[in-house]
């Protein structure tokens, strides 16, 4: 019981010398506070995750009224990010104008654009910038795919209408071409080949008619026909240009059996089937045609929904990494410099002939700094939940043993720099380069999923890795702390604490051994 008794007063009495210590370096801890906090705080408020608006001017090789109207048209809905500076059809103008900062995006729309659209091929649309971030890069690309695909939407819902209204004008065609050759089927069973020749003549001319019209001017709803389908088994299971071919085989076939003079009940046959092709358009067309235009062309639209409890703002997204990184950042600078100005007093020297040991000493240190971490993260949780209405959806607890948690381990890594380093000067610059590190590779700036490995992997190697992730789940997710994070935190700071009694002791006796020998 001595023994726990003496060792609880020599391990108090180093906890107060340290905390004296550091008491009188005020200044110190003010710049280490101060200077980091205002740094990550002014980035924290001013940084705004806004889509940055982009000048945009058009450039058409050729001034086609209809694509021009529609681009203009979708200026109007495309959103805040597109600031429209015209349409142009000098492509050098364009260009200046980009290169001297007058315009952030051209869109280049190449010549005959409608032409090749009416002739079933793609167009290219260019997007030129002078962008050289790789993220803005991404987003000029980005909102050019998202525009470009406004137009095609504005356009094929345009095309789809027109469509339907050529449907209006084909069916009374796809009528008289049945019922002309209903008449010509009725005209051959009865034995009237030459009033059946003269009817054959009337359905070749409405269908000649009725085919153009429809490989021309439906080739839009062609393709979406089957994938509108009731059921498989329907009419409407078959699509526009696969009932347009069979028509043209069936007409193909009869005109055949007419020059050859050919089976008259096989004419009847191929009318028949011509009959029942003609129905099946009939009901394509119909059923294209109650369709809305909009549904036609995108069937399918997307919203999105979050499980977030509250609307996360950039600050708020940012605080939890400004706790972190501070208090990292404050734990291991103080424990970085405490062995190495202890060795450079002499006080090392006095530890080695006084009973406390090693163990004593730095527990002493580890509980000082402990308090000293805790009361300067209350501070500042308190100056974030006033400065930026910092939110706590989570455990007050759980936040509470997060930060004792990433104290403990910083002071660990903090301990390792002292023993490396040989001066202040050295143990600050650790320092430094460990909070640089932490701020770009802990996921303070980027999501650790862009990392690629090993990188990826030295990033856990931080306390801040951990504890940035596990305050944002319980403050803006109010979740509990993750055990997937929290044990390897706990793993990390124990190794820490081991390694370092190890060669702190290590360092004490092999002096105290050398003393012996001489």
């Known amino acids: 019981m001595s023994n726990i008794w003496r060792f609880i007063v020599r391990t108090s009495a180093f906890v107060g010398k340290e905390l004296m210590e550091v008491i009188r370096q005020t200044p110190l801890i003010l710049t280490l506070v101060l200077g980091p906090f205002l740094v990550l705080l002014l980035f924290g408020v001013g940084y705004s995750n806004e889509a940055r608006p982009l000048r945009t001017l058009f450039y058409m090789q050729d001034d086609d009224p209809f694509l021009r109207q529609q681009i203009e048209d979708n200026v109007e809905n495309i959103g805040p990010q597109l600031v429209y500076l015209g349409i142009t059809n000098d492509e050098q103008e364009a260009i200046r104008r980009l290169n001297q900062g007058d315009a952030d995006l051209i869109v280049a729309i190449p010549a005959n654009a409608m032409q090749s659209l009416r002739n079933n091929e793609q167009v290219t ?14 987003y000029v690309q980005s909102f050019g795919s998202t525009y470009v695909e406004a137009i095609n939407q504005r356009i094929l819902r345009d095309m789809a209408a027109q469509g339907q209204q050529e449907i209006t004008d084909t069916l009374p065609q796809i009528d008289d071409a049945y019922q002309q050759a209903d008449t010509m089927q009725q005209t ?8 059946a020749n003269q009817d054959f003549d009337t359905l070749t001319q409405t269908m000649d008619t009725l085919l153009s019209t429809s490989e021309g001017n439906l080739g839009l709803l062609a393709g979406i026909s089957s994938s509108i389908a009731s059921d498989g088994n329907s009419a409407n299971s078959q699509n526009i240009e696969g009932t347009i071919a069979e028509m043209r085989t069936e007409m193909d076939a009869l005109k055949e059996l007419k020059n050859s003079g050919g089976d008259v009940q096989q004419s009847i046959q191929r009318l028949e089937e ?14 294209l045609q109650s369709v809305e235009p909009q549904v036609i062309i995108a069937p399918f639209i997307s919203r999105t929904s979050t499980l977030a409890q ?18 990292q950042h404050l734990a291991v600078t103080f424990a970085s410099l405490t062995i190495v100005r202890e060795i450079r007093l002499g006080s090392m020297e006095v530890f080695r002939i006084s009973p406390i040991s090693a163990f004593e ?43 004792l948690l990433v104290i403990f381990t910083s002071i660990g890594m903090g301990f390792v720099i002292s023993l490396v380093a040989k001066t202040d000067i050295q143990a600050v610059q650790y320092a430094m380069f460990l909070l640089l590190g932490s701020v770009f590779f802990s996921g303070f700036f980027m999501d650790l999923r862009y990392f690629v490995s090993p990188v990826r992997e030295i990033s856990y190697a931080l306390p801040a890795t951990y504890g940035i992730q596990m305050l944002q789940d ?6 509990p702390i993750p055990l997937n994070l929290l044990i390897p935190l706990a793993a990390i700071g124990v190794v820490l604490f081991l390694l370092v009694w190890f060669f702190l002791r290590r360092r004490m006796l092999s002096k105290s051994a050398r003393q012996v020998r001489e």
């Open 474 to 479: 319980i403050m803006l997710r109010g979740k």
């Open 274 to 287: 011509l009959k029942n092709q003609l129905q099946t358009m009939r009901d394509l067309l119909t059923e």
């Open 310 to 327: 509250i609307s996360i703002t950039p600050e708020l997204f940012f605080a939890p990494g400004v706790v972190i990184l501070l208090l």
């Open 361 to 403: 000493i730095l527990l002493g240190k580890y509980i000082s700094y402990i308090l000293i971490g805790s009361v300067l993260g209350g501070a500042i949780t308190l100056t974030l939940i006033f400065a930026l209405g910092m939110p706590m959806l989570g455990s007050w607890a759980h936040y509470a043993a997060v930060l």
């Open 188 to 195: 051959l069973e009865q034995g009237q080949q030459d009033l």
């Open 125 to 138: 649309v260019t997007l030129y910038h002078d962008e050289i971030d790789p993220y803005q890069v991404a």
